[in-house]
């Protein structure tokens, strides 16, 4: 089946810094990837889509300036959280989808922990 | 009022018994049902998907929809331990649209 990566798998970092997060599809190409956080015991929130070579469409409340996302390539979109909070720390959880026909599974990857103090 | 609602649980069954999860949801445009399973700190699991009413069954697992009452249904028989976990509904109204998600139901199934 389709394998999607995040790295890292867990990160800690201090307020103020800036964390990468890569999110990969490593046998498929993908048109379309999504970014969600998930806090403790509850559901993932779409963050934002992003679609290759093209600006990422953000979910209202999310700030498009601190949660900066590219996607460069067909097999790598990146989430960057800039000047990092407390409150940033979450459960950050990418998915990706091939846009082939007929398939409308989007596939997720792991899931990155950030953790700010 | 949430586009799709999921009962939180938890719910605690013992081992060898049908779990039974459901979802209503209110928009009309949804046109694809899936249902993930999520371990902690993992990430989601795709079990189940289902485009039209009925009925889908993949071994121990089997999912109905019922679009003119908007509630979708997973059924899991002779639970084990191992399928203690956070479950997920999620809609989808096209191919390459995002993913609205339920809330989840936690399910514990006791030996």
């Known amino acids: 089946g389709a394998v999607v990566s995040q790295h890292p798998s867990w990160v800690i970092c201090k307020s103020g810094t800036s964390v990468k997060i890569e999110c990969r599809s490593l046998d498929f190409q993908a048109t379309t990837m999504f970014w969600y956080r998930q806090f403790p015991k509850q559901s993932l929130m779409l963050m934002a889509t992003?679609?290759?070579?093209?600006?990422?469409?953000?979910e209202q409340g999310v700030e498009k300036d601190k949660f900066l996302i590219n996607h460069a390539s067909l097999t790598l979109s990146t989430l960057t959280v800039t000047s990092a909070h407390p409150e940033d720390s979450s459960f950050y959880i990418c998915?990706?989808?091939?846009?082939?026909?007929?398939?409308?599974?989007?596939?997720f990857g792991p899931g990155t922990r950030l953790t700010v103090t | 009022q949430k586009e799709v609602e999921q009962d939180p649980g938890p719910l605690s069954v013992p081992e060898g018994a049908i779990v039974s999860l459901n979802c209503t949801y209110s928009n009309s445009a949804f046109q694809y049902f899936m249902w993930y399973r999520q371990y902690s700190r993992k990430g989601p699991e795709l079990l189940m998907y289902?485009?039209?009413?009925g009925n889908k069954e993949d071994g121990r697992f089997t999912a109905q929809v019922d679009k003119s009452s908007k509630y979708i249904s997973l059924f899991i028989r002779d639970s084990q331990p191992s399928d203690s976990a956070t479950y997920l509904c999620a809609m989808l109204k096209a191919a390459g649209n995002k993913l609205t998600f339920g809330g989840g139901t936690r399910v514990l199934v006791k030996p």
């Open positions: 992003s679609n290759e070579g093209s600006k990422a469409t953000y």
């Open positions: 998915s990706a989808f091939p846009g082939t026909d007929n398939n409308y599974e989007q596939y």
């Open positions: 289902t485009y039209s009413s």
